[in-house]
């Protein structure tokens, strides 16, 4: 990157979210984009939580990564609060195994759009990614990285094509 103010802010509502959120993090650091981590409650720490989405673009912050489970209504709050674009991670566990923190952060009413990745560690990994794609509008020399890591996905179903047809399936 050419910056080194930091772009993206990754928010989540309990640190028993942070092994998923980190796949969030390790994308961006694969990136060279620059981040902050932090946690916040949409519930337990709601006045903290406005604070910190209402004063996240005076801060350089142009992406921000909501991660939460269960009921997961951070990434709605955030996005109620800021007109920065906001990427919901539904953390998986609980007794539904995340399909509730799917409802919640996807349902968003109209005027207060969430972008919803997929539940869990995957998801985090795609709002990464994401984070990315958004920011390379803006930082044109992450077009470049986006293109070699989309080609390094496909060189490595390749791979693995060609062990299988090698191998076969009984051997794989």
Do not use: W
């Not at 972008?115 to 990614?129: D, E, L």
């Not at 020399?141 to 060609?162: D, I, M, P």
């Amino acid at each position: 990157m050419t910056t080194e103010k930091t772009l993206v802010s990754i928010v989540m509502g309990s640190d028993s979210d942070l092994d998923r959120m980190n796949e969030c993090a390790k994308i961006l650091d694969e990136f060279d984009i620059p981040f902050e981590i932090t946690i916040s409650s949409a519930h337990r720490s709601p006045k903290a939580t406005m604070e910190y989405a209402e004063s996240a673009r005076n801060r350089g912050i142009e992406v921000i990564v909501a991660g939460a489970g269960r009921a997961a209504h951070l990434a709605g709050v955030i996005a109620a609060h800021t007109t920065l674009p906001v990427i919901g991670v539904p953390i998986d566990g609980g007794p539904l195994n995340g399909i509730d923190a799917l409802y919640s952060t996807v349902q968003m009413p109209p005027g207060i759009p969430v972008g919803t990745m997929a539940i869990g560690s995957g998801g985090a990994r795609n709002a990464g990614i994401f984070a990315a794609q958004i920011l390379s509008i803006k930082y044109p020399n992450l077009q470049s990285k986006l293109k070699q890591y989309k080609e390094t996905l496909s060189q490595g179903v390749a791979e693995k094509a060609n062990r299988l047809a090698d191998v076969g399936y009984e051997n794989y």
